[in-house]
């Protein structure tokens, strides 16, 4: 018996590794393309769920899937009832590892031919880079999920003398609460529903336990996991601990109408596919999830709002989407990163806007600390982010990121030299070009203002070359002696303070906009060439 006991913790153990090990690579492998669909399909909760659903179940990831969805939710790429409607998505794609394991797994025993499987991926991950590494770990983690299969198997196989349905707690309400709890307690200790779902197919296979027991302890999995995201949200951003709370919200919601509904729809399962049969267990757990997306989509944006005021926060400040736990996610991590520039930007174009306007004044000195320390966070951060050496994509959107920051941070050095600004609105020849470049301000400091960088690099040539034009025209007027050369530097100052300042704007707006892209083929410096050269 003991050595069935250390079988079967094996065989869970291994699944966990191989589990690990293969939704991983999947993420690794399908990151672009698992963010493209996110973020062109979730325009709804309802298209959230679908692309939540497809997302998991393409990356056996919930947990990926989230962190993206924080990351798109800190970078305002996404609002957050449309990232409710992908959590309600990502529960039902998660369910895919129990089709896996109930169709393939058991049905099938792969665990003797996956052992060729599995040294044919240690090798390829062992002695090859790269998308080929990647695809090793796929396979080997993919190996080991059925041999660690095999081995739970093989050690409930020990226990069927032992091991009845007669020793848990009876097929009645109390009983299942008491397996519903036992349910979450093995999530919770063991982090992972996964192995928690493959555990219960086998005993289920093996007669240890009936269906209703089964369906039970699934529930209580189901509701168990999502205490694993919450405690992973200590100390997290805003998104992160509401997207936790409304994963948990879910999960009881649709977990307490599917154990209302146990003695309903075991008996009906049991019937159509077997009471011992994995694939009814699967089956129940995959119909209580859709029934959750059905019952819970019309209510999406009062259930957002409920969580919004059931986990309040503060008036957002320019870095909270810096959220260092998605830094395991380079993506994910620059996503929080441009959404931090982004309200920086704003906030940077807003000030100038106000102060470049008839009437306006200096900038007041806290807006220029609260812009220094924020940028110097947003530096901290960037450097923080790890890109893979074969990530060209993310490498040439990191570039753009910095860049970014670059300009944020000469343009922030702009806002703090008064002297320079002085005689920008009252000068007549300044005067029109400065007022239009605080109007282009004031309409990048709105969140949608449509100002793109194309716009502004127009309206940096137009100030460029009126500058020149009156920079002449002042030197002229001092050699005539019609001003002083104390007046005339002053005016040049301006001048320049204001070509310089319409330069960093333009490129901040243009490098933000190749930082929104996932697919950035070309590196930034090959595309500013094209961009000097008028191609582009």
């Avoid at 924080?70 to 590892?97: C, D, E, H, K, R």
């Avoid at 991590?333 to 930007?345: H, K, T």
């Avoid at 333009?506 to 410096?525: F, I, K, N, Q, W």
Wanted: glycine share 12%; aromatic share 6%; net charge positive.
């Amino acid at each position: 018996m003991q050595l069935d006991i250390l079988t079967i913790l094996g065989g869970i153990g291994l699944f966990l590794f191989g589990m690990q090990s293969m939704t991983g690579a999947l993420r690794e492998l399908a990151s672009r393309q698992m963010r493209a669909f996110l973020s062109r399909f979730t325009t709804s909760p309802l298209t959230g769920a679908l692309s939540g659903a497809a997302t998991t179940a393409v990356i056996q990831s919930s947990s990926a899937t989230m962190v993206t969805v924080i990351g798109f939710v800190g970078a305002g790429l996404m609002s957050f009832p449309q990232a409710v409607g992908v959590i309600y998505g990502a529960n039902i794609g998660t369910t895919m590892t129990g089709w896996i394991v109930a169709l393939l797994g058991l049905k099938l025993k792969l665990g003797t031919i996956a052992l060729p499987g599995l040294l044919a991926g240690a090798l390829a991950a062992t002695l090859s880079h790269g998308t080929a590494a990647r695809i090793g770990r796929l396979l080997a983690g993919f190996s080991l999920v059925f041999i660690g299969l095999d081995m739970m198997q093989e050690g409930a196989a020990g226990f069927e003398a032992w091991l009845s349905p007669d020793i848990l707690p009876p097929d009645s309400w109390a009983g299942r609460a008491l397996l519903l709890v036992l349910g979450a307690g093995v999530t919770v200790v063991i982090q992972s529903s996964s192995a928690g779902v493959a555990a219960t197919l086998v005993l289920l296979s093996s007669g240890a336990i009936t269906l209703g027991q089964g369906a039970a302890l699934i529930i209580g999995m189901d509701v168990g996991t999502t205490f694993t995201a919450i405690l992973a949200t200590v100390g997290g951003s805003l998104d992160m601990r509401r997207t936790a709370i409304a994963h948990m919200a879910y999960n009881v919601v649709t977990g307490a109408v599917a154990f209302a509904l146990l003695g309903l729809i075991v008996p009906l399962l049991a019937g159509l596919l077997g009471p011992q049969d994995p694939t009814a267990l699967v089956a129940f757990h995959t119909i209580f999830n859709v029934a959750g997306v059905i019952i819970m989509l019309p209510v999406t944006a009062p259930f957002a709002r409920l969580i919004e005021r059931l986990v309040p926060g503060r008036a957002a400040t320019l870095t909270e989407a810096l959220n260092r736990r998605l830094l395991d996610d380079p993506s994910a991590a620059m996503d929080a990163a441009r959404g931090c520039a982004g309200r920086i930007m704003r906030e940077m174009f807003g000030a100038l806007g106000r102060s470049l306007k008839p009437g306006g004044g200096r900038i007041p000195a806290d807006t220029t600390r609260r812009l220094d320390s924020a940028l110097d966070a947003l530096h901290l951060y960037l450097a923080r982010i790890q890109i893979p050496a074969d990530g060209v994509h993310m490498m040439n959107r990191y570039s753009a990121l910095l860049h970014q920051y670059d300009h944020l941070n000469r343009l922030a050095q702009r806002l703090t030299q008064d002297e320079d600004m002085h005689g920008l609105t009252t000068d007549i020849g300044l005067r029109r070009p400065a007022l239009a470049f605080g109007a282009a301000m004031r309409r990048g400091a709105q969140t949608g203002g449509g100002l793109t960088g194309a716009s502004l690099a127009r309206l940096e040539r137009l100030i460029a070359g009126r500058t020149q034009r009156l920079r002449r025209s002042a030197l002229l007027r001092e050699h005539a002696g019609l001003v002083g050369v104390r007046d005339v530097f002053e005016l040049t100052d301006a001048m320049r303070w204001l070509e310089r300042a319409a330069h960093n704007a333009a490129r901040c707006v243009h490098y933000g906009e190749l930082a929104a892209s996932d697919t950035p083929d070309v590196p930034v410096s090959d595309r500013m060439a094209q961009v000097a050269a008028g191609e582009v």
